[in-house]
């Protein structure tokens, strides 16, 4: 069933194919599915019931090793790397059609693995990743060399070349689609992978390596490890004949990764971390109903597991009241906790127990600085039994306090009031973070003050979360050094070489 005939299933058709799904739980190492060398497993689970869905395969580093010795001969041999740019391309475009005919069984698997809800795949995830291979299949012939003006006697030329093996390492929140930023723009380029994904959402990746044969992508050159990040992770970064790492993650393992390269290779690390992103709502904003709307997707979105998501409200001490109460008011339908696999289910439940846990210790944590609960904070009655946290919001919040310094990574707001576009900037920047911010405002000149000074590698002017495949995704300070989508991720992905001939 295609993405267009899985948007008119309804909640009793997604429970009836659940029940039918029968995941794979092996690795892909070669081109075909196999056990971790150890025989070892892990549990599976389904964060909306508790119910584990499957045993995993749980490599270890002779499993990588597996991987990495597949992925370097098939990157030898030129199967891939040298293949005619055009047929390359033929490849991945049949691919990513793929993706969208197995729309039903990504859903569910994400889904089922990591509680998102299945109207979110439908409408989001899965076609933003079936886009995501086709834009760097169209880049594949538009990397071009170089023929530099010299000397009569000399001619001299530049090619850009694949790196090699390329590790990715990717978290849960969006597993298809974090794994299709970090896959496609490094096979477009010509090297061979080996995907490492989240322990908690293991499942999708399996059929992505499983498409890519179909579609007629030569054996050896998208491997997936199954396992744990302090087995497989480490390994995969440690490991000496990998090329680059590119990771999406925690900061604090992201910074582990550069540490890894360090002491193995020298390989070349992308990193997509965390995030504290402030939206800045003016005194003078046009339309404070559509604020206030784009506010509450911002940060409640995909159970606020982004890692933009606007979890720093900064408003004008002007409009502080009316927004909040509209806030309030507007948010009591935007978001309701519920089954994830019901098309009609706007939230679904955190990854994990230990997720739900730590979110909320940051609400106890708020409360007991003194910030002030203005609804949620709690588990929503008769969801006890999955990861759920109902969409919460804070007021009376500074930005010395836990809930505003620190990544939560859950559906809880905290409202910062602030005088000027002065102490706005000074609030928003007064962060380790750097990924994202907003700004809403009518004034021009406002709005690019702002955009010039925030210390952000995205800033959305009169906008939340809006953006294609050209933008630039990646942060400033410590929410990384790479960037994602866009032409440039595609260079990240290769390397220069200079040709230097004498010729008399
Ligand atoms: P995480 O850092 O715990 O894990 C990310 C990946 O790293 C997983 O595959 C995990 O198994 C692996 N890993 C964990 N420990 C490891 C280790 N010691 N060595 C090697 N690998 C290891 O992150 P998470 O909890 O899966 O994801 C949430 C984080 O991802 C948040 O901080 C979020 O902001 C960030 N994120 C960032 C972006 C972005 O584009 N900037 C996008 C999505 C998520």
């Not at 944590?365 to 969409?391: D, H, I, S």
Request: glycine share 10%.
């Amino acid at each position: 069933m295609n993405l267009e005939q899985a948007k008119s299933l309804d909640k009793k058709g997604w429970h009836r194919y659940a029940g039918e799904l029968k995941p794979e739980t092996r690795m892909f190492i070669d081109g075909e599915f196999v056990d971790a060398k150890k025989g070892r497993t892990f549990k599976s689970i389904n964060p909306a019931t508790g119910e584990v869905i499957a045993e995993v395969a749980r490599g270890n580093g002779d499993d990588v090793d597996r991987a990495v010795k597949s992925a370097r001969k098939a990157f030898k041999s030129g199967v891939w790397s040298r293949m005619a740019p055009r047929d390359r391309m033929d490849i991945l475009y049949r691919y990513a059609e793929l993706i969208r005919e197995h729309a039903v069984e990504f859903a569910l698997l994400d889904t089922l693995n990591m509680g998102k809800p299945i109207s979110d795949m439908i409408n989001s995830d899965i076609p933003g990743s079936a886009l995501t291979f086709q834009y760097f299949a169209e880049t594949i012939d538009k990397i071009d060399g170089q023929v530099t003006n010299t000397a009569a006697t000399e001619f001299h030329y530049i090619l850009r070349e694949p790196l090699g093996v390329v590790g990715c390492v990717v978290p849960w929140n969006y597993p298809l689609m974090m794994a299709a930023w970090k896959v496609a723009p490094a096979l477009a380029a010509g090297n061979c992978v080996v995907l490492k994904p989240a322990e908690q959402s293991p499942l999708s990746a399996n059929v992505m390596a499983r498409l890519f044969i179909e579609a007629g992508g030569p054996a050896g050159v998208f491997n997936v490890v199954q396992g744990l990040g302090e087995e497989v992770g480490k390994a995969l970064a440690l490991h000496m004949d990998v090329d680059k790492i590119a990771f999406t993650g925690s900061t604090e393992v992201g910074k582990l990764m550069m540490v890894y390269a360090g002491q193995s290779n020298m390989k070349r690390v992308t990193t997509e971390c965390g995030g504290k992103t402030p939206q800045i709502v003016l005194g003078d904003v046009e339309n404070l109903d559509t604020a206030v709307e784009y506010a509450i997707n911002g940060i409640y979105g995909n159970q606020g597991e982004v890692c933009n998501a606007g979890s720093r409200l900064l408003v004008d001490v002007k409009l502080h009241d009316a927004f909040v109460e509209r806030f309030k008011e507007k948010s009591k339908t935007a978001f309701v906790p519920g089954d994830p696999l019901d098309p009609k289910t706007s939230m679904g439940p955190l990854v994990t127990k230990e997720q739900q846990k730590r979110v909320l210790g940051y609400i106890s944590a708020g409360k007991e600085e003194g910030a002030t609960l203005a609804f949620g904070g709690a588990v929503p009655e008769g969801l006890e039994a999955g990861c759920y946290v109902a969409p919460t919001l804070f007021t009376g919040v500074n930005n010395k306090m836990k809930i505003a310094r620190e990544e939560i990574f859950g559906p809880v707001a905290a409202v910062l009031p602030f005088k000027d576009l002065a102490q706005a900037v000074e609030i928003a920047n007064d962060t380790s973070y750097g990924l994202a911010a907003s700004i809403w405002t009518s004034n021009v000149n406002i709005a690019h003050k702002a955009a010039r000074d925030i210390e952000a590698g995205i800033v959305w002017v009169n906008c939340f979360d809006h953006g294609d495949m050209t933008q630039p995704w990646g942060g400033y300070k410590q929410s990384g050094q790479g960037r994602d989508k866009c032409f440039e991720t595609m260079l990240h992905h290769t390397q220069t070489k200079s040709v230097w001939m004498h010729i008399g």
